[in-house]
C-alpha cells in the first residue's frame, strides 16, 4: 500500500525530450516506439471546446470569439460556483387597467452555496428564463480595442519584414535576370502558399494592398487624482462588504472594491484534448467527441502495458547492514511476461540518485496472464511455475511478491534510494500482425526501464 496510496515513491524513467521521472499511473506508452511517454514529451492537440454545466459543444473559432466563455452559463462572483435560474411571482400591474394588479413570473440569478442573487447587486429581474442577462459595460472598451488592432497590425508588420528577410538571403546567390528570364521568382513564391505576395516581391506595406494605418495616442497621465471620500479613515469596516483578492482578479477589468459592485460572469470554457507521440505522430490519448461521455477512443496510458513495481513492506534500514525489502510485480496485459531484474552498473547516467546497493534475482521471473475472472473461478487448477522460495515470496493470479537486498552506503542522506533495471516481453497485439512461418502471431520486443525506489529514511 506505499507505493499505491505515495506514488511517487516509485517512479519510472522517461527517456524523451527531458528526462522525467514519474509514477507510471502518471505515464503513457507508445505502442509503436515502444518507450514511455509523459506530457512534456507529447503534443497536446485540442480536439473540442465545452461548457462543463450545461455541456454544450462548440468549435475553436466560435470560442476563440466569445473568449473562451459560455454565453448562457453563470459563475457565483463571491464564491465561484454555478449560478441556477430561480422562479418567483411579482405583482405587476395590468396593461387594460394600470390600477389592478396581477402575479406575473420573473426569473433571476441565486446561488445555492453562499446565497447570493443578482438582485443583490441590482441587476433587473427577467420575464424569460433563457436570453441575455444585463452585463456593466467597461468604459475601456474601445481604448483597449484600438490597443489590440494597434499590435496585431505591428504583429503583421514584422511578419512581413522577417519573410522578405528571407527571400532575399534566398536570392543573394541568383543573378536577378536569371531569375526573371526563366520565371524562378514564382517559384520561390508558389513554395510559401501562406505568405502574402508583397513580402515575396519586397513591396511595402504602401505598394501592397491598401491599409488602414492605424495610430494611436500615447496614455496621458493625470496630476489630480479623485479625492478620498470624507468619511474614509472615520467609516467604520464591515468585512462582509469587502471584496476579497481572488474575487478582484477574477473581474480584472473592473476590480470591484464592494460586494455590491460584484457582477457574474460567464462560466469558463473546458477543453478535449488530444495526446501524440512527437517521435511517431501516433495517438496517446484520444477521447470521445460528446462532452456527456467520459470514454476514450485511444488511451494508452502505461499502467495497462508495462508491469508495475510496488513496496509491500519494508525493515528497518541499518548503515551497511543488509536488508530484506519486499517488493510486488503486477502484469497488466493478458499473456504471459517474462521480467529480468537488472542491478545498475557503475557510471550508469541513469542512477544518478542511489543511495544504497541493491542486489536483485538473477533468475527470471515469469507473471501470468491478467484474468478477471480468475479469482471467482474456483475450479480454474492453478498453474505451477516452480518458483524458488528464496525470491519469490507469493504467486496470485498475474500478481508475485518478491525479495531484493538492500546494503544503505550512505548515513547522512535522509531517505535510503534504490535503482534497477526492468527488462521485460511485450507483444503488440493490437498492430498489424504478421504472419510468420508457423502461423499468426505477434512478434515480442524486449523493452527496458529504469525504476527508482525512495524505502524511507535509516532506523536510529
Known sequence: MASLLQPDRVTYLVRGEKRIRAPLSQLYFCRYCGEL????????????????????????????????????????PCCMHTLSTR??????????????????????????????????????????????????????????????????????REKQERDRKKLARRRQCMPLAFSEKYGLGTR???????????????LSLKEGEDQKEISVEPAQALDEVEPLPEDCYTRPISLTEVTTLRQRLLQPDFQPAGASQLHPRHKHLLMKRSLRCRKCE???SKPEFNPTSIKFKIQLVAVSYIPEVRIMSIPNLRYMKESQVLLTLTNPVENITHITLVACEEGDPDDMNSTAQVVV????????????????????????????????????????????????QKEEDADVTVSFKIRHDFRNLAATIRLNEEGSDADAIWLLHHVELKLGPLAP
Open 37 to 76: 511517454r509523459s506530457l512534456e514529451c507529447v503534443s497536446h492537440e485540442v480536439d473540442s471546446h465545452y461548457c462543463p454545466s450545461c455541456l454544450e459543444n462548440m468549435p475553436s473559432a466560435e470560442a476563440k470569439l466569445k473568449k473562451n466563455r459560455c454565453a448562457n452559463c453563470f459563475d457565483c
Open 87 to 156: 422562479a418567483t411571482n411579482i405583482p405587476a400591474p395590468l396593461p387594460d387597467d394600470p390600477t389592478k394588479t396581477t402575479m406575473k413570473k420573473a426569473y433571476y440569478l441565486a446561488c445555492g452555496f453562499c446565497r447570493w442573487t443578482s438582485r443583490d447587486v441590482g441587476m433587473a429581474d427577467k420575464s424569460v428564463a433563457s436570453g441575455g442577462w444585463q452585463e456593466p459595460e467597461n468604459p475601456h472598451t474601445q481604448r483597449l480595442n484600438k490597443l489590440i488592432e494597434y499590435h496585431q497590425q505591428l504583429a503583421h
Open 188 to 202: 520561390l513564391q508558389r513554395q510559401r502558399p501562406g505568405a502574402p505576395i508583397s513580402s515575396l516581391a519586397g
Open 282 to 284: 501516433h495517438n496517446l
Open 361 to 408: 534475482p538473477s533468475k527470471e521471473l515469469v507473471l501470468a496472464g491478467k484474468d478477471a475472472a480468475a479469482e471467482y473461478d474456483e475450479l480454474a487448477e492453478p498453474q505451477d511455475f516452480q518458483d524458488d522460495p528464496d525470491v519469490v515470496a507469493f504467486r496470485k493470479s498475474n500478481k508475485i511478491g518478491f525479495f531484493i537486498k538492500v546494503i544503505p
